[in-house]
């Protein structure tokens, strides 16, 4: 290297990025929160869930109900994508899709998932783990019918995860539905697409601290009730 060049150090490699540039910038997301501890949290893990959510509604972060839905396939290939949350109580989470998709293939050969809630926004994090059931058509009409009349179309629509051939082809479909099921009538909740709860063994609430010591408190479920253990961040 010639003597007049700088050596500008792991850092400035292409797609590397700086180590700790801001080591305190989950924890300011937190806003001052005080520390978790087994002592301010609820004794079941989906009434504190409910606290949470309704923190992160309060804050007014885009898309609170947004979580990655993690699954593994009959192979044994793990998959994960963003799906929104639709209910919440002590069953466990709820969520809906088409049961023809890669998701709903994952569950029907491996009923096991996990969630995960980012809302680093507010320095705070979510993660559930367990069995998923999967709901009766008629568990899961009262929610398909409360959705817009273009979502209900869109979900005979869209044959989900399978390619296609343009968005053309997309838009010909719902033409298409729109004309086969004119309004007012009612269409027809297909059955391909439902509900699921995931009924959780496991629930983790992370809150950011600093240096990268976050508060981990998890809850563990024992027989008829909980167990809230403190995990090391």
Same mark, same amino acid.
């Given at each position: ?13 292409? %797609? ?54 993690? &699954? ?9 994508? &963003? ?8 069953? %466990? ?20 998932? @996990? ?17 998923? #059931? ?20 869109? @979900? ?28 007012? %009538? ?9 509900? =699921? ?11 950011? %601290?600093?240096? #990268?010591?976050?508060? #981990?408190?998890? =809850? ?14």
């Amino acid at each position: 290297m010639d003597a007049t060049q700088r050596d500008p150090g792991p850092a400035s490699e292409p %797609g590397r990025l700086p180590a700790a540039a801001r080591p305190d910038s989950l924890h300011a997301a937190a806003g001052g929160l005080p520390g978790l501890t087994k002592e301010t949290l609820a004794g079941d893990p989906m009434t504190q869930f409910g606290r949470w959510m309704a923190d992160a509604q309060a804050r007014g972060l885009p898309e609170p109900t947004a979580m990655v839905l993690a &699954t593994v396939s009959a192979e044994g290939r793990p998959r994960a994508r &963003t799906v929104l949350l639709k209910g919440h109580g002590q069953p %466990g989470f709820t969520f809906y899709t088409n049961r023809t998709s890669r998701k709903g293939q994952d569950l029907a050969a491996n009923g096991r998932a @996990a969630l995960v809630f980012p809302w680093f926004a507010m320095g705070r994090q979510v993660t559930a783990e367990g069995d998923v #059931r999967i709901m009766s058509q008629a568990e899961s009409e009262p929610y398909y019918r409360s959705r817009p009349r273009q979502s209900q179309l869109g @979900a005979w629509a869209s044959r989900q995860s399978q390619v296609i051939g343009s968005r053309a082809e997309l838009d010909g479909r719902v033409a298409e539905l729109e004309r086969r099921w004119p309004p007012p %009538g009612d269409i027809p909740m297909p059955d391909f697409w439902g509900g =699921y709860v995931l009924v959780p063994e496991t629930v983790e609430f992370w809150q950011a %601290g600093t240096f #990268r010591l976050h508060d #981990r408190l998890r =809850y563990r479920r024992h027989g008829a009730g909980w167990v809230i253990e403190r995990i090391s961040p």
